[in-house]
């Protein structure tokens, strides 16, 4: 029998091709929503209210964060993750279909590519896994969001690396909007959806959020979405001594601190690329600049290419952590 030390799906566990065995579904109600409202204070209109969410969509539910929608499908993802040392990067995240309060999500990660890491007598040995990630709502068996992401993991095997030597490929960071324009969802009304002159940004413009906000609740988060990675719940499995905030949580404030500064944003259609740049830590406070790279006008409303940047501060010291470029869809 494997101790607990072993248990968890190690680097030279994995097959290209191998699909894991899934986490359990997980059905967004009213508690799901209230707790991802309170840790990350997204104010994104057509997950605040019923009312308007109807006059938009046209379907008598709220729609469910696609901030809340992405932390648990990344949280599903973590079986294969419970051996992370850290996440590199997302890339090609696109949400199919929105999701409304009452669906249950259901995610199946498959290995893509494997590639080991030199080994050095400082470290343990170690490989990073590429990984296709699709969730799917059980209702209807239709796909809500897929993407890759790409881990580093352990290896079991103190001694030697199994030989993976795949291309990995490379992040792509270039926004094309044309080839977002599929994802709009076409029958949606934006008429409720109001700005001001004041509030509607140029290409080019930079819009630095005024407002900062302390990361809290690192480990309610990481529960409620079901994240399994030891690093984001016990310090003593960090390199760092200390317990890192889960990607999910600084990447749900970044998109929080967006729709304060462009009130107009009805949904996220997906993320181009996003790049963990340094650790962040509970208690860290975060600040935001956001960047409208790229604007796209159609019937339905506007898409808007972002890219936002996160700095952590602890103490007098301030660290990139985020750099993530998205696509919006508002007015």
Request: with cysteine.
């Amino acid at each position: 029998m494997e101790s607990g030390n072993n248990l968890g799906t190690f680097f030279d566990d994995l097959e290209v091709g191998q699909i894991l065995p899934p986490s359990p579904d997980l059905t967004i109600t009213s508690g799901e929503i209230a707790i991802y409202q309170s840790i990350c204070g997204d104010p994104l209109p057509a997950s605040l209210s019923l009312p308007l969410a109807e006059k938009i969509t046209g379907v008598s539910k709220r729609v469910v964060n696609p901030g809340l929608v992405m932390d648990i499908s990344i949280g599903q993802s973590t079986v294969a993750t419970r051996k992370v040392i850290a996440n590199l990067f997302y890339r090609g995240v696109s949400f199919q279909r929105p999701v409304f309060e009452g669906e249950t999500l259901h995610t199946e990660v498959k290995i893509k590519g494997l590639k080991d890491l030199s080994l050095r007598k400082d470290r343990t040995p170690r490989g990073l896994a590429l990984l296709g990630i699709t969730t799917t709502c059980v209702e209807d068996g239709s796909t809500v969001v897929d993407y890759e992401r790409c881990a580093m993991l352990k290896a079991r095997d103190p001694e030697k690396l199994p030989g993976h030597d795949d291309d990995l490929g490379s992040v792509e960071t270039e926004i094309v909007l044309d080839e977002w324009e599929h994802l709009v969802p076409s029958s949606w009304d934006l008429s409720s959806l109001k700005i001001t002159e004041r509030e509607s940004l140029s290409s080019g413009e930079i819009r630095v959020d005024e407002l900062r906000d302390t990361v809290s609740n690192a480990m309610e988060l990481v529960r409620l979405t079901q994240n399994q990675a030891p690093v984001h719940r016990d310090a003593s499995t960090s390199a760092a001594g200390e317990r890192l905030v889960y990607g999910g949580h600084t990447i749900g404030m970044a998109q929080a601190s967006l729709s304060r500064v462009m009130p107009g944003i009805a949904t996220i259609l997906g993320w181009q690329s996003c790049d963990h740049l340094g650790p962040v830590h509970e208690g860290d406070v975060l600040s935001f600049h956001h960047t409208l790279l790229d604007q796209k006008k159609l019937n339905e409303g506007t898409i808007s290419a972002i890219k936002t940047e996160v700095v952590s501060t602890r103490g007098s010291e301030g660290s990139d952590v985020l750099d993530w470029r998205l696509v919006v869809f508002g007015v």
